[in-house]
């Protein structure tokens, strides 16, 4: 075994030792919550180490990162997740190889997403961004809707063709309301995504909480963990 290999192997057994303990402080089965390893800014070669720990599940925020390195593991059995903010000129991209989208926010990505899916042939899983620090503007600081568009924007990729309605994300609030205040804030996610069930059942997926705070969100009841740094270590700055 690699020291790369035996400080992934460490780490990992680390944060599925931090998940456990907190689906048992909450009454939950461990099997309730998947792992989403994500892999920004560290190579193909990790990628490749962590499917053979037992990682099925891995993210990124970045397509120029992400593209490449995809194209490295396709050998692999991972499910990719897209979790950054992206741009409609990314799209062709990001659908050849994202098996979900995270960061859906907005109906002109919809449709641009649903065109390509449909072009290459591909079903896109997409979970709606929530923005809990959404100002005037409908949006937040690192993207997202307001609660109050997520019905109408639901129903958009529900019916659009190639795209499938997942559930919802997000990201804890640095502003507003929510800021500090993680627990809430994942609370407030599950109150959301109940509502979203109601008119989309299957919509069950909801991915919240990261490194720092993945014990608040596995309480609050979120289904899938983005974990980074707790895995990969402290990332490089980037230039």
């Given amino acids: 075994m690699t020291d790369r290999n035996a400080e992934l192997a460490a780490n990992?057994?680390?944060?599925e030792e931090r998940i456990a303990a907190a689906c048992a402080a909450a009454g939950r089965k461990r099997e309730e919550v998947t792992l989403i390893v994500v892999t920004k800014t560290y190579p193909a070669s990790d990628v490749r180490i962590l499917s053979g720990l037992g990682v099925r599940h891995v993210a990124e925020n970045r397509d120029q990162d992400a593209a490449p390195k995809a194209a490295e593991c396709t050998d692999l059995p991972l499910t990719w997740h897209f979790v950054g903010q992206l741009?409609?000129?990314?799209?062709?991209?990001v659908v050849a190889y994202a098996d979900l989208v995270q960061s859906v926010d907005r109906s002109k990505l919809v449709d641009a997403l649903s065109r390509e899916a449909v072009r290459v042939g591909r079903e896109?899983?997409?979970?709606?961004?929530?923005?809990?620090?959404?100002?005037?503007?409908?949006?937040?600081e690192r993207g997202g809707v307001a609660p109050g568009g997520i019905e109408e924007l639901a129903a958009l990729v529900a019916g659009s063709p190639g795209l499938r309605l997942d559930g919802l994300m997000t990201v804890?609030?640095?502003?507003?309301?929510?800021?500090?205040?993680?627990?809430a804030a994942f609370e407030r996610l599950m109150d959301l995504s109940t509502d979203l069930r109601r008119a989309h059942p299957a919509a069950n997926m909801v991915s919240a909480g990261m490194s720092a705070d993945l014990e608040e969100a596995v309480a609050a009841g979120a289904t899938h963990v983005r974990v980074g740094t707790a895995v990969l270590g402290v990332r490089p700055r980037l230039g």
């Avoid at 896109?124 to 937040?140: E, F, H, I, K």
């Fill in 12 to 15: 990992l057994a680390k944060v």
């Fill in 124 to 140: 896109v899983g997409c979970l709606l961004q929530v923005a809990l620090d959404a100002g005037a503007s409908g949006r937040g």
């Fill in 172 to 183: 804890a609030p640095l502003t507003g309301e929510y800021a500090g205040r993680q627990r």
């Fill in 87 to 93: 741009q409609t000129n990314k799209v062709r991209s």
